[in-house]
């Protein structure tokens, strides 16, 4: 095991699920990753290997036949998978979202329908709040539901839906303003519905379409999608917790735990760059020594494993925070901050230590740098990280005069 990225204090049951883990992205997921990646095709077989291992039920209580871990663990399986390959860890981290929110705020009824079979991965979970005019403004929501009888229906069209087309069950967010009168602020008039359908592109039900997977720079292999709705009928059963106007907030719920995921990504990521700079570091000779020799390569591996360092470290303590039931989007938010910049950071670095073969589609950092981009956007910019940050410092250290 390597010295960097170590948690301390983890039980026997936590480190052996880490183990098995890695094992399995070292023999299962980093010699096809890069082949899979430049084909854009889905990796069907890892997936496969992750349910077996009981990863989609991770977080999920154990009367519903999961795990019943914390978000520590999960979050530190994530940093091993996206070690492995980025893409993968994203396809668990919506499914991982939509099971917590259910347990978190589902009706009963809700919890047992759904969270049994998402544990086994045969429901897959995606969530759904962007459109194509808005990310990270949430309150601009412009889809609709209108309520007709004992069902809604559900118009409007959103965007950037990861596991868009396997996915077979979806929590989007919408308006309804059914029981808020004129007036309401706009995140009090917003419901979050569970949206039931088959996996694919096209009209996967009445009402619902897939249109088809969004090309991309990178995080490939992953499908990312539009979702338009055009008079989707949704029975009242399936608004989350089974009351109207708490969408918004079971949705940043969800995200403040999403962003632990994405600084988790970030660690994974930022892991493997350095393994494959401080390798190729130690292969490549100029000059008539290793170019691990040279002075302004070690001082470039010095800053990478630093930053490797400091960035799981404020990802464990951003994870470890939420587990013992207090606040952590001040701690999240550092940490989602940290963690993807640093992972550009090191990313970049690993890259120019590799020169020219950096540049060459058969080097793995050739991949991981098409990459890293993704996690300075995904779960809010960084921009927006930082006004979430500084409005809780703000919050924490009031002028008092």
């Given at each position: 095991?390597?010295?960097?990225?170590?948690?301390?204090?983890?039980?026997?049951?936590?480190?052996?699920?880490?183990?098995?883990?890695?094992?399995?992205?070292?023999?299962?997921?980093?010699?096809?990753?890069?082949?899979?990646?430049?084909?854009?095709?889905?990796?069907?077989?890892?997936?496969?290997?992750?349910?077996?291992?009981?990863?989609?039920?991770?977080?999920?209580?154990e009367e519903y036949g999961g795990l019943g871990e914390s978000l520590l663990t999960y979050a530190l399986c994530v940093e091993e998978i996206a070690r492995g390959w980025m893409s993968v860890s994203g396809i668990i981290n919506t499914?991982?979202?939509?099971?917590?929110?259910?347990?978190?705020?589902?009706?009963?009824?809700?919890?047992?329908?759904?969270?049994?079979?998402?544990?086994?991965?045969?429901?897959?979970?995606?969530?759904?709040?962007?459109?194509?005019?808005l990310g990270s403004d949430v309150s601009a929501i412009t889809s609709k539901a209108v309520k007709d009888g004992d069902e809604y229906v559900?118009?409007?069209?959103?965007?950037?839906?990861?596991?868009?087309?396997?996915?077979?069950?979806?929590?989007?967010?919408?308006?309804?303003?059914?029981?808020?009168?004129?007036?309401?602020?706009?995140?009090?008039?917003?419901?979050?519905?569970?949206?039931?359908?088959?996996?694919?592109?096209?009209e996967v039900r009445p009402g619902l379409t897939i249109p088809g997977k969004i090309d991309k720079m990178g995080y490939k292999g992953v499908d990312t999608t539009e979702l338009i709705m055009d008079g989707l009928r949704i029975p009242a059963n399936r608004v989350l917790g089974g009351v109207t106007g708490r969408g918004f907030y079971q949705m940043m719920d969800g995200v403040e735990v999403g962003r632990v995921?994405?600084?988790?990504?970030?660690?994974?990521?930022?892991?493997?760059?350095?393994?494959?700079?401080?390798?190729y570091a130690q292969q490549r000779h100029t000059f008539g020594k290793p170019i691990a020799q040279?002075?302004?390569?070690?001082?470039?591996?010095?800053?990478?494993?630093?930053?490797?360092e400091a960035a799981h470290a404020m990802m464990v303590n951003a994870a470890r925070k939420k587990d013992s039931g207090e606040r952590n989007d001040l701690e999240a938010g550092m940490a989602k901050y940290l963690a993807s910049e640093y992972c550009k950071e090191v990313v970049e670095d690993a890259f120019r230590i590799h020169g020219g073969y950096g540049f060459s589609k058969e080097y793995e950092i050739e991949r991981l740098y098409r990459e890293a981009p993704m996690l300075l956007i995904g779960e809010g910019t960084a921009e927006i990280q930082k006004m979430i940050i500084g409005r809780r410092l703000l919050e924490e250290y009031r002028f008092q005069g």
């Amino acid at each position: 095991m390597a010295r960097l990225a170590q948690t301390h204090g983890l039980t026997d049951v936590q480190q052996e699920i880490l183990s098995t883990v890695r094992d399995f992205v070292d023999k299962e997921i980093i010699p096809v990753a890069t082949q899979l990646e430049h084909r854009d095709e889905y990796p069907q077989d890892i997936v496969d290997g992750l349910k077996e291992l009981g990863v989609f039920g991770l977080m999920i209580p154990e009367e519903y036949g999961g795990l019943g871990e914390s978000l520590l663990t999960y979050a530190l399986c994530v940093e091993e998978i996206a070690r492995g390959w980025m893409s993968v860890s994203g396809i668990i981290n919506t499914h991982f979202i939509v099971a917590y929110m259910l347990k978190q705020h589902g009706t009963q009824e809700q919890k047992d329908t759904f969270l049994p079979r998402m544990a086994a991965g045969e429901v897959r979970g995606a969530f759904s709040m962007s459109e194509p005019a808005l990310g990270s403004d949430v309150s601009a929501i412009t889809s609709k539901a209108v309520k007709d009888g004992d069902e809604y229906v559900l118009n409007g069209q959103k965007m950037w839906l990861t596991n868009g087309g396997t996915s077979t069950l979806v929590a989007v967010l919408v308006r309804s303003d059914e029981g808020h009168p004129e007036g309401t602020a706009p995140h009090k008039s917003m419901t979050t519905f569970l949206v039931e359908k088959e996996p694919g592109f096209g009209e996967v039900r009445p009402g619902l379409t897939i249109p088809g997977k969004i090309d991309k720079m990178g995080y490939k292999g992953v499908d990312t999608t539009e979702l338009i709705m055009d008079g989707l009928r949704i029975p009242a059963n399936r608004v989350l917790g089974g009351v109207t106007g708490r969408g918004f907030y079971q949705m940043m719920d969800g995200v403040e735990v999403g962003r632990v995921n994405v600084a988790a990504r970030g660690c994974g990521v930022a892991q493997r760059a350095f393994e494959l700079g401080v390798s190729y570091a130690q292969q490549r000779h100029t000059f008539g020594k290793p170019i691990a020799q040279h002075q302004a390569i070690q001082f470039k591996l010095a800053e990478m494993a630093t930053k490797v360092e400091a960035a799981h470290a404020m990802m464990v303590n951003a994870a470890r925070k939420k587990d013992s039931g207090e606040r952590n989007d001040l701690e999240a938010g550092m940490a989602k901050y940290l963690a993807s910049e640093y992972c550009k950071e090191v990313v970049e670095d690993a890259f120019r230590i590799h020169g020219g073969y950096g540049f060459s589609k058969e080097y793995e950092i050739e991949r991981l740098y098409r990459e890293a981009p993704m996690l300075l956007i995904g779960e809010g910019t960084a921009e927006i990280q930082k006004m979430i940050i500084g409005r809780r410092l703000l919050e924490e250290y009031r002028f008092q005069g």
